[in-house]
């Protein structure tokens, strides 16, 4: 018996940027009497089907845009007579449809670093759950990820994740609704330890994976102070206080270290905030500003950030920091006119934004968009075959269409097209070259180079057309651009690194099992708390 996660995907490049941070967790939460779990993910390679033999467990993770083949690896692996457990911020919002078109024995909802033992446990013994709630555990709870079991040379960054969930409520983002706006904090000591871990065998450079790494704004403290909330305030400047003791920790790492984040705009008035990210090595950070305009803003609930001159301003003020930003912005809101394209990649290349991504808008289930269209649907429901535009997700991506939501002046196909306009022009040559002049050397700057194409290739998609050859060839191009990439970003393991001695005996670790009698298979076995 064999335990397998699987990080579904279309599209195997060989090379990753990020590493995929939920495999190693929960491979770190894999009871030790299932053996090592085997990692698959199909960013690299895809599975081998009979790589599968009765009796084993398969995990899934899937978020909406990898569903579909998700739903097919589920289907293989009972086929084959695995055991079939799904989890992931998909499948906690929609269990049923796992069970449906996957061939799921069980789902794992909300947060898998305590749930997914008691899974894979109970399919060991043939009696799996239904659903295991998962829930939203504390940031104490948090399992540091097995990079032992990552393959080697085939991630440029690797992944840390230091908090969960985000206090604000932007109406696209379903993270506040499935993580909660209440922040769950790890504690710093074991973030390093992990970070240290990692560096040991090389990787210099890091996404700190985190949903808002800046969870307590200058506002929020004014607010509560006003108000003459003693407790909130006291609650969120220990937040704070955590995020400042995390960065000066950070700090002290090998200088060579690179880390990466994410925050909102708001980050951009807290300069002692950003001095510390400077201070920790904290070169970039993607930042949502999703529009230039104030009627965009207030269309995605974020009304909250800058627009205009002053948003120009308050972008230029990361860098100033020494902060890099990754401006993410979204094209198809109600508000958006065929001049909002030029206007938007006219912001980002004065702004100096460093990297960009340019959207469509899409309604992602969890979110207040689309439970907004989805009752709009109800009215007059709009099919692509049998299947309902609100579970594009279902549809394949050969004729899946590239919005969803009707605009009130322009047609998807033009959206698409001033989209991709868009790409090419903030990823051409002359700018990348231009942009690149932040980094400290050659081989960096060669490095920023072929990482902004990539990037480009990788998330702008590959183009308008669906063209089975034309797709082929931006894959095949994408693959050998990421293989040199990781080249560009190797670096030589440290192994000598060693930790600070911290006390980790609040730190939870994962639970412990216990061997059975007998080796039985599906015989009993005994579980331990390790609370």
């Not at 700190?208 to 929020?220: E, G, I, M, Q």
């Not at 990482?451 to 590959?462: C, D, I, P, V």
């Not at 030589?492 to 099992?513: C, G, H, I, N, Y």
């Amino acid at each position: 018996m064999s335990v397998h996660l699987v990080n579904p995907s279309d599209n195997s490049f060989g090379t990753a940027v990020i590493t995929p941070r939920w495999l190693f967790v929960l491979a770190a939460a894999t009871p030790a009497i299932a053996g090592d779990p085997i990692l698959i993910d199909e960013s690299l390679e895809q599975i081998v089907p009979e790589s599968i033999t009765p009796g084993d467990i398969v995990g899934i993770s899937v978020h909406t845009g990898n569903a579909l083949r998700g739903y097919e690896v589920g289907r293989m692996a009972r086929k084959r007579g695995a055991w079939v457990v799904y989890g992931g911020i998909h499948a906690t919002l929609f269990p049923e449809e796992c069970f449906k078109l996957g061939n799921a024995h069980s789902v794992v909802t909300g947060d898998g670093d305590i749930a997914w033992g008691k899974a894979v446990v109970d399919c060991m013994n043939g009696a799996p759950e239904h659903i295991y709630d998962g829930g939203r555990i504390g940031g104490t709870d948090f399992l540091a990820a097995r990079w032992d079991l990552m393959p080697k040379d085939k991630y440029m960054w690797a992944s840390v994740q230091t908090i969960r969930g985000c206090p604000k409520h932007c109406s696209f983002c379903s993270v506040w609704r499935t993580d909660g706006q209440k922040p769950r904090q790890r504690q710093f000591q074991s973030v390093i330890d992990e970070i240290i871990d990692l560096r040991r065998i090389g990787f210099r450079f890091i996404a700190l994976a985190d949903d808002n790494f800046y969870p307590v704004t200058l506002t929020d403290l004014r607010l509560a102070r006003e108000q003459g909330n003693t407790a909130k305030v006291e609650e969120l400047t220990a937040i704070r206080d955590e995020r400042f003791a995390l960065m000066a920790e950070l700090a002290k790492l090998p200088k060579d270290m690179v880390f990466f984040t994410q925050i909102t705009m708001e980050a951009g008035e807290d300069g002692e905030y950003l001095d510390a990210m400077r201070k920790a090595n904290i070169k970039g950070a993607l930042v949502g500003v999703e529009a230039v305009t104030p009627e965009g803003l207030k269309a995605v609930f974020k009304d909250f950030n800058y627009s205009g001159e002053a948003l120009a301003r308050q972008l230029q003020t990361f860098k100033k920091h020494g902060v890099h930003v990754l401006g993410s912005f979204i094209f198809g809101l109600p508000t958006d006119k065929p001049a909002t394209f030029d206007a938007t990649v006219d912001m980002a290349l004065k702004a100096g934004v460093t990297f960009a991504q340019f959207v469509m808008m899409t309604p992602f289930p969890g979110t207040v968009d689309f439970a907004r269209w989805e009752k709009e649907q109800a009215l007059a429901p709009e099919m692509v075959g049998d299947t309902p535009i609100t579970r594009y997700w279902l549809i394949p991506t050969a004729i899946r269409p590239k919005m969803f939501t009707p605009h009130p002046s322009m047609s998807s196909s033009e959206i698409s097209q001033r989209t991709q306009k868009v790409w090419d022009r903030f990823y051409d040559w002359p700018s990348i070259w231009e942009r690149s002049a932040c980094t400290p050397n050659l081989k960096a700057r060669i490095a920023f180079m072929f990482l902004s194409k990539l990037y480009r290739q990788m998330y702008a998609g590959t183009g308008i057309s669906t063209d089975s050859a034309r797709r082929k060839k931006s894959k095949t191009w994408a693959r050998w651009t990421a293989k040199q990439c990781r080249k560009l970003f190797s670096s030589p393991p440290m192994p000598e690194l060693q930790s600070p001695v911290w006390d980790l005996s609040f730190v939870r670790k994962a639970p412990v099992f216990l061997q059975p009698a007998l080796p039985v298979a599906n015989g009993p076995f005994t579980v331990l708390s390790g609370d």
